[in-house]
Every structure is written in C-alpha cells, then in structure tokens.
C-alpha cells in the first residue's frame, strides 16, 4: 500500500463524530442544569462587591466580561461538576473561565482574559437568590 493511501487510513480512522453517542451526556451538561433566575455574583476579593445578575441559562456565566457577544468557544474540561471553557470574541477580546458546581444553586466562578483592551481577572461565588423580576 502507497504511503498516500496510508495516510488516508490514518486520517479516517481520526474522525470523531460531532454528536454524543447514545447513552453519553451532551456537552456542558453541567450548565444546562444551572437554575434559571436572579444571581448574586460575589467578588471573593478584599471588596466583596455583589452584583445581580439574571440568568435565563447556566451557559451565560461562562462570559461574564463579554455578556451578549457572539464568541467562539473550544471547550477545554467537561466533568460533571466543573467546566472550563475558552472563548474568543473577534475584535472585542477573550476569557477562560471555570465553572465549579457546589450545587445547582451555588456556584464558584473564576475567569480571566481581555476585554475592552484590559486585562481582567476575579473569582467569584455565584448563588442563586430568586426569580428574575
């Protein structure tokens, strides 16, 4: 066999499927299970500035620096209680952010990156306080 065709073998063989396999959870999962409502966001730093946030999907919490932009992301750890994703907003900046899950209601955050041409870095605490008014 040409060393193309080999190379052909071994690029198929490469290929993994876009969708979970039946049975796996879907990515992010932790995420999707995030209660929807208002959020208090607590800096754990020496201010411990508080600020609501509401919450329609546990997803938005992965760009809290860059709410609302459509960012590409890359997934860079997925288990069941933390996520750590990285995301990229064309011209506006990017992050990485880690998402731990005490519970569905508690949360602690820590995200780093750029935006609007600074650097920014916090850790926070996220719990759930109520319904979005």
């Given at each position: 066999?040409?060393?193309?065709?080999?190379?052909?073998?071994?690029?198929?063989?490469?290929?993994?499927?876009?969708?979970?396999?039946?049975?796996?959870?879907?990515?992010?999962?932790?995420?999707?299970?995030?209660?929807?409502?208002?959020?208090?966001?607590?800096?754990?730093?020496?201010?411990?500035?508080?600020?609501?946030?509401?919450v329609?999907?546990?997803?938005?919490?992965?760009?809290?620096?860059h709410?609302?932009?459509?960012c590409?992301?890359v997934?860079?750890?997925?288990?069941?209680?933390?996520?750590?994703?990285?995301?990229?907003?064309?011209?506006?900046g990017y992050?990485?952010?880690?998402?731990?899950?005490?519970?569905?209601?508690?949360?602690?955050?820590?995200?780093?990156?750029?935006?609007?041409?600074?650097?920014?870095?916090?850790?926070?605490?996220?719990?759930?306080?109520?319904?979005?008014?």
């Open positions: 066999m040409s060393a193309i065709g080999l190379a052909a073998i071994g690029s198929a063989a490469m290929v993994v499927p876009a969708a979970p396999a039946e049975g796996q959870r879907s990515s992010l999962a932790m995420l999707d299970q995030i209660e929807s409502g208002r959020w208090e966001i607590r800096l754990r730093d020496a201010t411990r500035r508080t600020y609501p946030v509401c329609g999907n546990g997803r938005q919490l992965i760009q809290l620096r709410e609302a932009l459509a590409d992301r997934i860079v750890d997925d288990r069941p209680d933390e996520v750590t994703v990285q995301y990229t907003c064309r011209g506006r992050g990485r952010t880690s998402i731990r899950r005490e519970t569905n209601r508690l949360l602690q955050i820590e995200t780093q990156g750029i935006a609007e041409g600074l650097p920014f870095e916090f850790a926070a605490e996220a719990r759930r306080t109520g319904s979005c008014s």
